[in-house]
């Protein structure tokens, strides 16, 4: 290994400490390692490069906007062209419409869309859009299931309030009987249910529905006149083209869309079916930026390139071999490695060691040039090739090698 320098990374740092609160905010913030990059200088394809010129394959996709690859072609061409007219006008733009026609002819529940910037925009209007449909208050949505940093979805957060929460109830994940005891014990009183399609919280194996699970819950919400919102902020477009509910088998009043919609143009999208068209067109829903042509150029180009391949199939393959490649030679190192969620958004878990070995695992496969994350769901595009797994394969296996044998956490030992 060459040496691995991350000083202009560590002085930039420095300086943003200085000026940021924080240095680096956010989940840009949550996942600053000591001894790891901080800030990249150019990216391309699937790989990015550090300001200190270090390479990287990337399997956190900006967290999960970049599907198609950094700086593709025909959506980099797409966005100058848009640009070139105009950008942030005082009208709306026809690509407005073109996108919107692309997504109902895309996703099978969507007979409208509406924009914003964030995923979290997509998601606060699905609840005041089920909020005005029902005239009901309050939203349930599953715990440890994340939705964005407006204040009702910042439980334990400073800066939110009781009053902010008052309103939100929670059953864990893939609890049906859970949702059942809520509209009985709140009956008339819940406007919405709020779920990612499968649940990919941090810091735990993310789980798949249960046979049965979407089923049941959409029937609930049906008998009981509650808006089923689907979250496919993270999920969408790497589990069906159509949406991940049909991947599932079951429909949705209202999806959220947001993050590889514009493969990392900013763009959120609500879509939703015909008989919330009136809520969703009361709803005072705005932002100045929400108007922009170039980054809905970007989401009309993406969806145009997923549709032209097999983008899921590509992916999910790639994610397959990825993952079956890792918990091999991690076993033959005498790791296990768990890898959880759906293949294209795999996440890892060395399970017979303490969380600190596979922290420490995940900064020695960064330090080689392979860029993960300890505690989230890691994302593949189709950009990814059969070589970077080859190359990740190697690294990995560099990487438990460097950690030498395995010191295994009492739990496991006992076993
Ligand atoms: C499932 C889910 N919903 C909503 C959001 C919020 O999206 P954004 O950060 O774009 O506001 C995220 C972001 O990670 C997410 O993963």
Redesign the pocket.
């Known amino acids: 290994m060459q040496t691995y320098d991350i000083s202009r990374s560590q002085a930039l740092y420095a300086r943003a400490q200085e000026v940021i609160p924080g240095g680096i905010f956010?989940?840009y913030g949550y996942s600053v390692r000591e001894d790891g990059p901080k800030f990249f200088s150019r990216a391309e394809g699937a790989h990015f490069w550090d300001v200190d010129g270090n390479d990287y394959i990337d399997y956190m996709c900006a967290?999960?906007p970049m599907i198609l690859g950094y700086r593709h072609p025909a959506i980099e061409a797409a966005v100058e062209a848009e640009q070139r007219h105009g950008n942030t006008v005082s009208l709306a733009a026809p690509i407005m419409v073109e996108l919107a026609e692309t997504l109902v002819e895309t996703v099978a529940a969507a007979d409208w869309a509406l924009f914003g910037?964030?995923?979290?925009?997509?998601?606060g209007l699905a609840v005041m859009v089920a909020r005005a449909a029902t005239g009901r208050a309050k939203i349930v949505k599953v715990d440890g299931?994340?939705?964005?940093?407006a204040p009702w979805m910042r439980e334990g957060f400073p800066g939110a309030i009781p009053a902010d929460l008052e309103q939100v109830l929670k059953v864990p994940w893939n609890d049906a009987d859970a949702f059942e005891q809520l509209i009985s014990d709140h009956a008339g009183e819940i406007a919405c249910f709020i779920s990612?399609p499968y649940h990919?919280p941090v810091f735990a194996d993310n789980e798949l529905p249960a046979p049965g699970y979407w089923a049941r819950m959409e029937a609930l919400c049906r008998a009981n006149g509650i808006v089923l919102i689907v979250?496919?902020?993270?999920?969408g477009f790497r589990l069906h083209p159509a949406g991940s509910n049909v991947a599932y088998g079951f429909t949705p009043d209202l999806i959220?869309f947001?993050?590889a919609i514009g493969n990392g143009h900013p763009l959120?999208a609500l879509v939703g079916t015909d008989a919330l068209k009136d809520a969703a067109k009361d709803v005072y829903f705005t932002g100045t930026q929400f108007f922009n042509a170039a980054p809905m150029a970007a989401a009309k180009a993406t969806l145009d390139e997923l549709g032209k391949m097999d983008a899921v199939g590509r992916m999910t393959d790639l994610g397959t071999k990825l993952s079956d490649g890792l918990v091999k030679l991690a076993g033959q190192r005498g790791y296990e490695l768990i890898a959880s969620g759906i293949p294209a958004m795999p996440y890892y878990r060395l399970a017979n060691v303490s969380q600190r070995t596979h922290f420490a695992w995940i900064d020695e496969c960064v330090k080689r040039g392979v860029y993960m994350l300890g505690y989230h769901n890691h994302f593949l595009s189709t950009a990814h090739t059969e070589a970077d797994l080859q190359r990740t394969w190697e690294v990995a296996d560099a990487a438990f090698e460097a950690l030498g044998e395995p010191e295994l956490a009492p739990a496991a030992a006992a076993g």
């Open positions: 956010g989940h967290y999960g910037k964030n995923g979290g925009d997509a998601t299931g994340y939705h964005g940093v990612s990919h979250d496919d902020v993270r999920s959220c947001g993050k959120a």
